[in-house]
């Protein structure tokens, strides 16, 4: 197909690549340890980060990845131990984040930027360097979760019985929030800070009843965000669609049928 | 037979005299939320002992074994485990949490979750090595997990995951074994088993169990811990009139005498008035 040797669509098959690669090893740490909403959180909280780069004239990907990190700092610190009864405040620094962000583009000078880029993602238009960039920080991605996978497992697993074991549990869910901003960072461009929750999520979900251990889970989930990635991609070049929003779409029918296929089976069980 | 409220009084268990306890708690008190839960607890207990910890639910079982491995903080009081604060020491001991039954879904498998027992031993950043697998394979044998070690562990029976539970904290090789309700979910001749292996483990390692049910006395059982709010340490495998008004919350309330022997059997108590 000619459409694969367009400079920008084999950008976008590299973005979509590196992006569903963090997303599948970070969403798996998300959903078995029960942190949709915190992930939520920092994911629509980095807008702030956005609004930031604008107003300082910042060069966009490193200024989000540094407003994100502190945010997932922030909301590591408040969630420590206790994780279960701060979703309000979740909640807050969600919704201050994003306004931050539209407060500070509202004040920065010059032309109104195309904020539904970051909203959404603009896959086809991922220039070289962001690939390098992504490329970077899925290198970090790897070699941290492959470095402490014991200690992640742990932690996600009995999180009281890693800390009688010694395990560092506090400093983990630190090291774990900033490796959900870095992957976000990275997926923005691909399908936007709205919809990074679908790659988070939904292969983590397909695959976290399959496998037998949690390295299988997070390789699965890799595989079905190239899957989904690849193929929304193709759609939307195919149908002239809106990429971002068809990839997550592809994503919610495999999720829609698996999870009616489910119900149908154990319904025919009784 | 008078059930003492421990304090420097009391007597130790047999062998323990000029040795350093195990576990030893002075005057610790434990509120949460402002609520007392645990207070004026005095305890040791030395090297060897196999003691239960029987209380009605809600009473402090969990926390006692909490403040004992530094999981909670005393309000007031002292907690030192094997000579040290709790925090320093834990790696040396052996802990199965309570098993709640809501935990479905992790995907692992019953060998990585008798290999997580080994952190600590294998340092951060490194794979577990090849001692690990093998400690971990020797203490599924042990309680006989060791056919099921590539299922997941979502996949068995509450008594299958009990035991691999119990791998877990046997894998390290520990100093004291903390077991908080071990045989919930365990049917009869499991619990047998399990008793007949902690009587085995006994004859070197300290065991402290938590259990709701007080049939659950065993002849393995050498001290008994009442808690329920206050503390009531008493060295001898028998619960006393003091201990189960204690346990059941008011003092003119139906007094129930335990005593098990081999075979699990119940001896109700007098009512009061007959």
């Known amino acids: ?171 983990f869910h630190f090291l774990f929030l900033a490796l959900v901003a870095l992957a976000v960072v990275m997926t923005i461009r691909v399908v936007g800070l709205i919809l990074v929750m679908a790659l988070f999520t939904i292969a983590p979900y397909l695959t976290e009843r399959m496998a037998r251990s949690l390295a299988g889970m997070m390789a699965a989930s890799c595989l079905a965000n190239v899957v989904f990635v690849l193929s929304g991609l193709w759609l939307s070049y195919r149908f002239n669609l809106t990429s971002g929003a068809t990839i997550i779409l592809v994503a919610a029918l495999v999720f829609g049928i698996f999870v009616l296929g489910e119900r149908f089976v154990s319904w025919l069980r009784g | 037979m008078k059930g003492s409220k421990t304090g420097p009084s009391s007597k130790d268990v047999a062998g323990g005299h000029g040795q350093v306890p195990d576990i030893e708690i002075e005057d610790c008190s434990f509120a949460f939320n402002g609520a007392p839960v645990l207070t004026d607890v005095n305890l040791r207990i030395y090297h060897g002992d196999f003691v239960a910890i029987i209380g009605p639910n809600g009473g402090g079982k969990t926390t006692l074994v909490k403040l004992m491995l530094g999981l909670l903080k005393p309000k007031k009081g002292k907690v030192m485990l094997l000579g040290d604060e709790p925090a320093k020491t834990r790696c040396r001991v052996g802990y199965m949490p309570q098993y ?115 049939g659950l006395l065993s002849k393995y059982i050498k001290s008994v811990i009442c808690v329920n709010e206050t503390v009531f340490f008493h060295h001898e495998p028998k619960i006393t009139h003091d201990m189960a008004s204690l346990l059941m919350g008011r003092a003119e309330s139906c007094p129930v005498e335990m005593v098990a022997h081999g075979l699990p059997h119940r001896v109700l108590g007098r009512h009061k008035g007959h």
């Open chain 1, 1 to 171: 197909m000619d459409a694969f040797s367009l400079p920008f669509i084999q950008n976008a098959i590299l973005a979509g690549l590196l992006a569903s690669i963090a997303c599948g090893l970070i969403g798996s740490l998300v959903v078995v340890n029960r942190a949709v909403f915190l992930a939520g959180g920092i994911a629509h909280a980095a807008y702030g980060g956005v609004g930031l780069a604008f107003f300082l004239s910042l060069p966009a990907l490193p200024c989000i990845l540094g407003f994100s990190i502190f945010m997932a700092i922030f909301m590591a610190a408040l969630t420590v131990g206790r994780r279960e009864r701060m979703d309000t405040f979740i909640g807050v620094l969600w919704a201050v984040g994003m306004a931050t962000g539209i407060i500070l583009i509202d004040l920065s000078p010059g032309y109104n930027v195309d904020l539904m880029s970051f909203l959404f993602g603009s896959i086809l238009t991922v220039p070289a360097s962001d690939i390098k960039v992504m490329a970077a920080v899925d290198l970090v991605t790897i070699s941290v979760v492959c470095l402490f996978y014991k200690e992640f497992l742990a932690m996600s697993y009995d999180t009281e019985f890693a800390r009688v074991r010694g395990v560092p549990v506090n400093g």
């Open chain 2, 100 to 214: 709640s039954t809501g935990e479905k879904g992790f995907p692992i498998t019953v060998l990585e979750v008798a290999l997580l027992g080994r952190l600590g031993y294998t340092g951060m950043g490194c794979r577990f090595s090849r001692e690990d697998k093998e400690a971990a394979l020797r203490v599924l044998k042990l309680v006989g997990m060791e056919e099921l070690q590539h299922k997941r562990i979502d996949d068995l029976s509450g008594g299958q995951i009990q035991r691999t539970l119990l791998a877990r904290a046997l894998v390290s090789d520990p100093e004291v074994l903390f077991l908080d309700e071990p045989m919930a979910s365990i049917d009869i001749d499991g619990q047998t088993m399990l008793f007949d292996l902690l009587g085995k483990l006994n004859e070197e390692i300290t065991i402290l169990f938590v259990t709701h049910d007080v």
